[in-house]
């Protein structure tokens, strides 16, 4: 008999929500395959089944959060399929899962009631999602799911009904005071009528967010520096280049892996950056491992490139697009979201110019990228038209001081600006 246990998602991670089991007992799994979905402040993501067995016992059910290496099944290694016993509820220090027939939330007699019933069984990001945009009672539809867990399907489905028409929030009732016969010298006017609202409990993930939001602002003393990068070479081998790389490669070549290989040389070069603090001592790390942060429907998450300094602008772009793409899958491995050193954030990517991002703890310091905007500027007295972006880099005042971590930055741009390296 082979015990599954909670995974650490991630250095900083001690616990995990169970939100799925993608299995029931009895059922026969093969290694590595699919076998329960967590959440985590990181990652929602699959965990594999360690071993080819029978899923013999589930211990932990759907809605439960546990902490790191908690059994929560139990897989006998063959023979004839374990009979189905009952699921056991696992205390985690927290407040049990209300029952499927009472809501999750009860209005006061003066709110107005909320446009979306919690349904039985936990709800993904996206069925919530489908629901509020298209204003649906989700006790109305019927779920296909797990449990009666409701599908991105069974929602589809439902909207496809001609009877699915959407529900409109009903407004608490207005009291207005009778007019006297003879009106005083002042009426008071009728109270406003209530807001129309809508409340649902933060996903794990994201009230995991929020809580390490706060801690890395508690913890590190904040400063930002922003320094302009003229990336024109960058741009301009980028565009010789980014035909030829799709063709050969079958990904496209953006300016992120240029980011990363300068921030890498920069590490090298300032390890302080690349460092941690542990109470009194600094932690010097061997290893440069950036993070890339990667946005998701219902979060953020920052899966690690390892040993990013040895790679090249190929290798880097690849890893950039495996990471993302099963981030955003949900097939991520534990590994991958920790043991990071440095991070880089690409808000530029949504349109921002400069921003100011928050450290990844236990790290000392994170770089954000700004759009990349064609813009005049004077050079030898003379106006050109160059590439432009701003690299803000915030640092834990408390390790690094102005002086070093200005260097760092302008090691960064200096490495961008004189662009030398060929991608192919």
């Known amino acids: 008999m082979t015990d599954v246990v909670m995974p650490q998602m991630g250095e900083s991670?001690?616990?995990?929500?169970?939100?799925?089991?993608?299995?029931?007992?009895?059922?026969?799994?093969?290694?590595?395959?699919?076998?329960?979905?967590?959440?985590?402040?990181?990652?929602?993501?699959?965990?594999?089944?360690?071993?080819?067995?029978?899923?013999?016992?589930?211990?932990?059910?759907?809605?439960?959060?546990?902490?790191?290496?908690?059994?929560?099944?139990?897989?006998?290694?063959?023979?004839?399929?374990?009979?189905?016993?009952?699921?056991?509820?696992?205390?985690?220090?927290?407040?049990?899962?209300?029952p499927a027939s009472v809501p999750s939330y009860t209005p006061s007699l003066a709110a107005a009631p909320s446009s979306i019933e919690e349904p039985a069984g936990p709800l993904s990001p996206l069925v919530r999602k489908m629901a509020r945009e298209n204003n649906i009672d989700l006790a109305r539809v019927k779920g296909t799911g797990a449990g009666g867990r409701i599908t991105k399907q069974d929602v589809e489905a439902y909207l496809a009904q001609p009877s699915a028409a959407p529900i409109t929030p009903i407004a608490a009732p207005v009291s207005v005071p009778a007019v006297p016969a003879v009106p005083p010298a002042f009426v008071p006017l009728p109270p406003a009528a209530q807001a129309k609202i809508r409340v649902e409990p933060l996903s794990a993930m994201r009230a995991k967010i929020a809580e390490h939001m706060v801690f890395s602002q508690a913890t590190s003393a904040h400063v930002t520096t922003v320094h302009k990068v003229d990336i024109t070479k960058v741009a301009r081998m980028r565009e010789r280049s980014k035909a030829d790389f799709q063709s050969r490669y079958g990904m496209s070549l953006t300016y992120l892996p240029f980011v990363t290989r300068a921030a890498a040389e920069a590490l090298r070069a300032f390890p302080l950056l690349n460092a941690s603090m542990d109470g009194g001592s600094i932690i010097y790390h061997n290893e440069v491992n950036i993070g890339i942060a990667v946005a998701l429907e219902n979060g953020l998450i920052v899966p690690v490139i390892r040993n990013a300094d040895e790679k090249n602008v190929v290798g880097l772009q690849r890893s950039i697009v495996d990471l993302s793409t099963r981030a955003r899958s949900r097939q991520l491995k534990p590994d991958e979201v920790s043991g990071g050193t440095f991070s880089i954030t690409n808000f530029g990517g949504f349109g921002s110019v400069i921003a100011t991002p928050v450290i990844n703890q236990p790290q000392v310091a994170i770089l954000g990228v700004g759009a990349i905007e064609k813009a005049p500027v004077v050079i030898d007295d003379a106006i050109a038209i160059r590439s432009i972006c701003y690299l803000s880099l915030s640092f834990d005042h408390r390790l690094i001081d102005g002086a070093l971590a200005d260097q760092f930055t302008a090691k960064v741009k200096a490495v961008l600006e004189g662009w030398s390296e060929q991608v192919l």
């Open 13 to 98: 991670i001690v616990e995990g929500t169970l939100t799925k089991w993608l299995k029931k007992p009895g059922d026969h799994v093969q290694r590595d395959e699919p076998l329960f979905e967590i959440s985590t402040d990181k990652v929602d993501t699959e965990i594999p089944s360690p071993v080819t067995g029978t899923l013999g016992e589930i211990l932990v059910t759907e809605g439960t959060t546990v902490g790191i290496n908690t059994v929560v099944a139990r897989i006998s290694d063959g023979g004839a399929p374990a009979a189905a016993p009952a699921a056991i509820e696992v205390p985690s220090g927290k407040p049990p899962a209300p």
